[in-house]
């Protein structure tokens, strides 16, 4: 279900793929800990997107776009963390930090953006 909002659509994709990550790593591995750290933080980015979509005020939106960026930020590390303890693959863990590491690029470029446009 596409729409027309770039981070939205790829947030929601990267939350399906964390969350397939994670029932993987409970599954496959048997990781309860870290896996449960990345699912939380992984699938917060896109949360905290809708949430600034439907934002009260500018303050709300960037607000919220930089927690989403935040988050996505700690779910890098925890990737990297997971495949440095080998529970994920050296490609899995590129695959999924590409994906994250673009949306913290993305969420990185709207704050300045924004932040420029409420400061003109």
Do not use: P
């Amino acid at each position: 279900m596409k729409s027309d909002n770039v981070v939205k659509d790829k947030s929601f994709a990267f939350a399906v793929r964390v969350v397939r990550a994670y029932q993987h790593l409970v599954n496959e591995k048997r990781e309860f800990v870290l896996s449960k750290q990345v699912l939380r933080s992984g699938t917060s980015i896109g949360a905290n997107i809708e949430e600034a979509i439907g934002g009260q005020s500018e303050a709300d939106f960037i607000a919220k776009v930089s927690i989403a960026y935040k988050e996505a930020r700690e779910t890098c590390y925890w990737i990297r963390l997971l495949q440095a303890t080998d529970y994920l693959t050296e490609s899995q863990a590129q695959s999924l930090l590409a994906d994250a590491e673009e949306l913290c690029r993305i969420s990185s470029k709207i704050l300045l953006t924004s932040k420029q446009n409420r400061n003109s």
